[in-house]
Structures are given as structure tokens and as C-alpha cells.
């Protein structure tokens, strides 16, 4: 069973708040990943990171940040939260193997609500 | 188009039925993966796949790689099996992020 948690698992905010999306995982995983789904779509790259201090774009432009100061902590921000904001965000980590065959353990995401 | 397409999108069957998930992609890619998604939101991964075919437990994955197109079948379906299954391919080599399919959301009648 993978070591993945996002805290908090389901948050409705009003517009203009910040907000930080919590990711963390206990296998000493150097790659994090979040991803952003929407419902009945497929998953979409917004950020990762191979190690610390290292954070790059996905593959979906995303008004979020991220930072990784720390191996196990992989937090994502939101300045001023929008309803398009409003999905779920998923959280992954696996090791870097540096071969195909590495898997990806997912956290239990994060649905959130933007009104 | 998206680069990776799944069939059916929603799937019902009777509990004991031969369940079969089709993924075809259109990337080249280094390995494909299959995910099952419950409906609280959690992601586990159940096969990662670059030639031939696996089975764990009740559930088979096959791939053709000349043919760009994978396939999960599950033998005596159960209603615990319901979820929704998600193909993923990574492209671009080792180090390529995946690429995910809409997924198949997939519901055992008892």
C-alpha cells in the first residue's frame, strides 16, 4: 500500500482566498507529481519535481505553484483561488529509476470547490 | 484527438461476466501503465506493461506494440471490481511523463 497523503481531501473556498493543497509521502520517493482532473477527464500534468529544490511545468498550464524544499513535502499553492480553479487535484511520487519501469503511487486527491 | 483513447467510455456487465477494456494510443512510447480509479478519488496501479501480456489475480493485460493498442480483461467479474480504468502511456523515452486516457468507468451488477 503506498504512503501518500493529501490533506485536506475535500475543501470549498470562496473566490480570492489562498490556498495551499497539501501532498506528502514516507518512501523517500525523489519524483512528486500533481496532477488536475476534472470529472468523467482524463488526468492532466500541472507540476512535478525529481528532487528538492527542483519544480517544473507540466503539460497543462496551471495558475499554481508548487515548492519542494523538503524530499517527503510537495505543497501546492493557489494565490487567489477562481471557480475555474474548481477539480480535483491528485498527487503522486515514484522513484526515480531512471527506466520505464518506474510506477507512479497516487495520494487520495483533493476535490476542491471554488465558489 | 486525444493521444491516448479508451473503449468503451462506460461499461455495465453482470457479476461473473468477461469484462474487456480497450486503450489505443497514437505515440510512440517506452511503456504503458493501467490504473484503477475508485470512486473516492484514490489511484492504484495495477499493470505497467511494454511487450506481451501480465495477469495478476483475475485481471489480464495485453499489449501490441506494432499495433499501438493495449487491453485489460477481467475473468468472473465482481461488484467490487467497479471503478473507473485508466490507461496511461509514457512517451518520450524513459524520462517522458505520462499521458492519460479519459478512462472507462466500469459498473458490476450483483
Known amino acids: 500500500e503506498a504512503d501518500i497523503y493529501q490533506t485536506p481531501r475535500y475543501l470549498v473556498i470562496g473566490t480570492g482566498k489562498k490556498i495551499t493543497l497539501e501532498c506528502s509521502q514516507t518512501?523517500?520517493?525523489?519524483?512528486m507529481y500533481w496532477y488536475q482532473q476534472d470529472p468523467g477527464m482524463e488526468l492532466h500534468l500541472i507540476h512535478y519535481?525529481?528532487?528538492?529544490?527542483?519544480?517544473e511545468k507540466g503539460d497543462l498550464s496551471s495558475e499554481s505553484t508548487v515548492s519542494r524544499i523538503r524530499t517527503e513535502h510537495f505543497p501546492l499553492t493557489l494565490e487567489s483561488a477562481r471557480p475555474s480553479h474548481t477539480s480535483q487535484y491528485l498527487c503522486?511520487?515514484?522513484?526515480?529509476?531512471?527506466?520505464?519501469?518506474?510506477?507512479?503511487?497516487f495520494g487520495p486527491g483533493t476535490r476542491l470547490l471554488v465558489l | 484527438k486525444n493521444e491516448v483513447e479508451q473503449s468503451p467510455q462506460n461499461l455495465t456487465a453482470q457479476e461473473g461476466e468477461f469484462i474487456t477494456i480497450n486503450c489505443s494510443y497514437s505515440?510512440?512510447?517506452?511503456?504503458l501503465h493501467w490504473l484503477q480509479q475508485h470512486p473516492g478519488g484514490g489511484i492504484v496501479s495495477l499493470f505497467m506493461?511494454?511487450?506481451g501480456k501480465k495477469k495478476h489475480g483475475r485481471l489480464i493485460a495485453t499489449i501490441n506494440i506494432q499495433e499501438k493498442h493495449s487491453s485489460l480483461h477481467i475473468t468472473a467479474s465482481h461488484p467490487r471490481d467497479s471503478a473507473v480504468y485508466i490507461c496511461?502511456?509514457?512517451?518520450?523515452?524513459?524520462?517522458?511523463?505520462?499521458?492519460f486516457g479519459k478512462g472507462t468507468k466500469l459498473s458490476v451488477k450483483p
Open positions: 503522486a511520487s515514484s522513484e526515480d529509476k531512471r527506466t520505464y519501469q518506474e510506477t507512479q503511487y
Open positions: 518512501m523517500g520517493h525523489d519524483k
Open positions: 519535481s525529481y528532487g528538492v529544490n527542483s519544480t
Open positions: 505515440v510512440g512510447i517506452s511503456a
Open positions: 506493461l511494454s511487450s
Open positions: 496511461a502511456v509514457r512517451s518520450g523515452g524513459s524520462q517522458g511523463n505520462l499521458i
